[in-house]
């Protein structure tokens, strides 16, 4: 039974946490394991999260305006400690249409900004999970 | 046979788990972290995986934390993991929460009350979720502890859902066991007299600021003073405010006495021997399961039984001892 298990973290300053939380409910009525960690996170805490729940996928929402310093930090660390091939980065948030091509060059898969569904986002883990190919361990 | 075991040396033919396993023995974090994957998805081989592992195993110290929702427990083992971190303690976490039957989604939420612990590369916290098990941890938590332990961990601690009175699994599958209640347990004390109150070692009053603490310490003492003794382990009771750091020093004090207390006692081996025992037998069941869920799959006259069972011209009992001598040959392989 493989699962497929979501880290949604909230990296940088801002508080407001209700988006990520209908997201948080949304993926856990969709049959996924959610891991929710909370508000304030650095990049190293999501990424050390991240690599000790063997996540396949990463959550982050950012409405401070600081998308452009922590997404890519997130990814730069996630490569450094060799755990980016197994994980796939995506947000959401307050993110100006101009920002989403510099994000996913950075190596944020998929940028979902205000107006996308809850709907959007499980079809878009439920996709992106067929595609991934997990190396079999054993 | 999806889970017929395969002899060790086939490993060596399987560079990506070898290379896992050596990262692993190096104390890479992204190697534990898939093994305990692996494990916990029950992916095809993981026996083998656990079989090559468990002769490292058997130096931690296993410690259960449970006690109803709400009660604190994750604030509990965030400052326990503070206090062992300032010790450079190596420490393994499994926070278990639960999955609903409904949807089999989880929202897995301890690492909220712990996120300061996750730069600290002594500390390992991995949540699980329940995925159907009923007694408060996961199936694979005991299997997952095992390879904690395996990594080189000094100390475990495993936090189970928020139970009632009978998710018991924990008893057995810890060294010490903490059970957690708080002021407004009040009356709940009496009627967790049977069950949970029966597998603590340690019992901890936590939000001990808030009124009625005291005198339900004193009536839980007077509680244990009248039940009979089985152990000669006095069962301290530890005041406890986790989310102001109060008692918890107090609260691994006693920890430390318990565990020095089981090693120096016959009973401690009993306790082991039963939790290999309960460990055999589980494992055994399992590869049971399996192999009567693989057979039955295969199985026309299965299907057929199913079709005469609906139709009124057999029933279920009769049924199931025709099927057991059919597909018994597959079980024992």
């Known amino acids: ?138 | 046979m999806t889970d017929a075991a395969s002899p060790p040396d086939t490993l060596k033919s399987r560079p990506i788990l070898m290379s896992v396993l050596d990262k692993f023995a190096a104390g890479d974090h992204v190697a534990l972290a898939r093994i305990i994957t692996a494990v916990e998805d029950r992916r095809n081989g993981y026996q083998d995986l656990l079989a090559r592992l468990y002769a490292r195993s058997g130096r931690a110290w296993r410690v259960g934390i449970t006690g109803p929702p709400g009660a604190g427990k994750s604030t509990l083992v965030f400052r326990l993991a503070e206090l062992l971190a300032a010790q450079a303690k190596k420490l393994g976490i499994i926070a278990v929460d639960p999955t609903s039957p409904f949807t089999g989604g989880a929202l897995l939420g301890d690492r909220i009350r712990m996120q300061d612990l996750s730069n600290n590369p002594n500390i390992f916290i991995r949540s699980m979720a329940t995925r159907g098990s009923t007694g408060g941890l996961a199936e694979a938590t005991r299997d997952a502890t095992m390879v904690l332990d395996a990594f080189g961990m000094d100390v475990i601690l495993i936090e189970t859902v928020g139970v009632g009175q009978v998710e018991l699994d924990i008893a057995r599958a810890c060294d010490t066991v903490v059970v957690v209640f708080v002021p407004e347990s009040g009356d709940a004390i009496q009627a967790m007299k049977a069950g949970l109150m029966e597998i603590a070692d340690i019992y901890c009053l936590n939000k001990a600021d808030r009124e009625g603490a005291e005198r339900l310490v004193v009536e839980l003492q007077s509680v244990l003073g009248l039940r009979k003794k089985t152990t000669p382990w006095e069962h301290p009771v530890i005041s406890t405010q986790a989310l102001n750091n109060k008692g918890i020093p107090e609260l691994w004090a006693s920890v430390a006495a318990h565990r020095e207390f089981c090693q120096n006692q016959a009973t401690f081996d009993h306790r082991r021997e039963q939790r290999i025992a309960d460990d055999l037998q589980t494992i055994i069941k399992n590869k049971i399961d399996r192999r009567v869920q693989a057979a039955l799959r295969d199985s026309e006259s299965y299907r057929n039984k199913i079709a005469e069972i609906a139709a009124g011209t057999t029933n279920p009992y009769a049924a199931a001892v025709e099927l057991l001598g059919e597909i018994a040959g597959s079980l024992a392989d």
């Open chain 1, 1 to 138: 039974m493989e699962k497929i298990r979501v880290l949604l973290a909230k990296p940088g300053l801002d508080g407001h946490d209700r988006g990520i939380k209908v997201i948080a409910a949304a993926l856990r009525d969709a049959g996924m394991e959610v891991i929710y960690t909370g508000l304030r996170q650095t990049p190293e805490q999501v990424v050390n999260a991240a690599i000790q729940e063997d996540v396949r996928f990463v959550g982050m929402s950012i409405l401070s305006g600081a998308h452009m310093t922590l997404f890519p930090a997130v990814a730069k660390l996630l490569k450094e400690k060799g755990a980016d091939k197994n994980v796939h980065l995506f947000g959401g948030g307050i993110i100006p249409d101009q920002d989403v091509g510099k994000l996913t060059a950075a190596g944020v898969g998929k940028v979902f900004t205000p107006g996308a569904s809850t709907e959007d986002i499980v079809k878009y883990i439920r996709e992106t999970a067929a595609t991934m190919t997990d190396e079999p361990l054993v």
